[in-house]
């Protein structure tokens, strides 16, 4: 609410109660220096709440940067390894598919090596003594329990490794689904509210401190007037008396009354800007969480990726052999052709 500004002018007064002129021009002294006092506990506490709005909104602005660097790092880091991801991807399906095929195809391939016989005269070229009363196929000539081991071994092996890349696939969606989410969240909803509100804190408060610099030259004169007064001994304040009531009630009903819902519209807006300031620090703290999460979660990536590469090459060593009995029908063929 607006407080009443009283302009406590002297009151005229029958002849035995007139105040002698040193005492009106007290009263008034005493009356401009309130005023004064008035508008400088206003200037004060303004200029406390406009660079405590200065600092929130600054502090916000530091903030919305930094979160934003944090944000841009992330969708670098992680652009960065879903791409390098894509590539190891389109490599490790290729060969753990070749790998699975193989296995899976291996009693088929066995099946085949049984119905190629093996000529009889290749044997014997070969050096191997036969049973001329028994048929050959390229079957009798490899292990297929050793085969069928290898294959079940194979398979577990496989199985474990594709559930491992699997992983790594999920990892990496979940890096990229997450990275998107908290790229879409909204952090500045009121920032731009603030901006605004700013530049009217600025523009009050400078007519506040307007209105004060006024005030203080308004003491200042009458100061100096009452003091003029005094020392020629005047023995009224004749029309000097209407000068002073009518600037008086000017700063009563006009200055004042601004200066004062001025003060009372900066201290709404420090409250605004602090709401402001708490939500955005919350946000920023649960987004720099989940960042951090994130950021962390890629950084294993790499290791875990490295890691499968090498498992992929080893098991294709380990495992090359299963690729032998399909190779046999054209290494047969090959053969015959010389």
């Not at 879903?82 to 095929?101: D, R, Y």
């Not at 071994?153 to 969606?173: I, W």
Request: net charge neutral.
């Amino acid at each position: 609410s607006i407080t009443t500004f009283a302009t406590e002018k002297p009151q005229k007064s029958s002849a035995l109660n007139i105040l002698n002129i040193s005492d009106e021009c007290g009263t008034y002294a005493n009356l401009f220096q309130k005023n004064h006092s008035q508008g400088q506990s206003f200037i004060k506490a303004a200029a406390i709440h406009t660079e405590l709005c200065e600092r929130l909104y600054q502090e916000q602005r530091v903030q919305l940067i930094a979160l934003d660097v944090a944000l841009s790092n992330l969708d670098s880091h992680c652009r960065s390894v879903v791409e390098v991801h894509e590539v190891f991807n389109a490599i490790s399906e290729k060969e753990i598919s070749k790998q699975n095929m193989l296995i899976k195809s291996l009693p088929i391939d066995i099946e085949i090596i049984r119905n190629i016989s093996v000529h009889s005269e290749i044997l014997k070229s070969a050096g191997i003594t036969v049973n001329s009363q028994k048929s050959y196929s390229l079957a009798d000539f490899v292990s297929l329990d050793e085969f069928t081991a290898l294959a079940e071994k194979g398979r577990d092996a496989y199985g474990q490794l594709s559930r491992s890349v699997q992983e790594l696939e999920d990892t990496v969606q979940y890096v990229k689904l997450g990275t998107e989410t908290v790229k879409k969240k909204k952090y500045n909803n009121n920032f731009s509210k603030m901006e605004s509100t700013l530049i009217q804190i600025r523009e009050r408060f400078a007519k506040l401190r307007k209105h004060a610099e006024t005030i203080e030259r308004d003491l200042s004169r009458v100061q100096s007037k009452i003091s003029e007064i005094l020392k020629s001994n005047a023995r009224s304040l004749s029309s000097q008396s209407s000068i002073f009531d009518a600037l008086a009630e000017y700063q009563a009903k006009e200055y004042l009354p601004d200066m004062q819902r001025i003060d009372e519209w900066l201290r709404e807006q420090v409250a605004f800007f602090v709401k402001c300031k708490n939500i955005m620090t919350s946000t920023m703290i649960s987004s720099l969480q989940q960042i951090s999460h994130l950021e962390s979660t890629i950084a294993g990536v790499p290791g875990t990726l490295s890691a499968l590469e090498s498992e992929i090459k080893l098991k294709a060593q380990e495992f090359k052999q299963l690729s032998n009995i399909r190779q046999m029908p054209l290494a047969y063929v090959y053969m015959l052709s010389y």
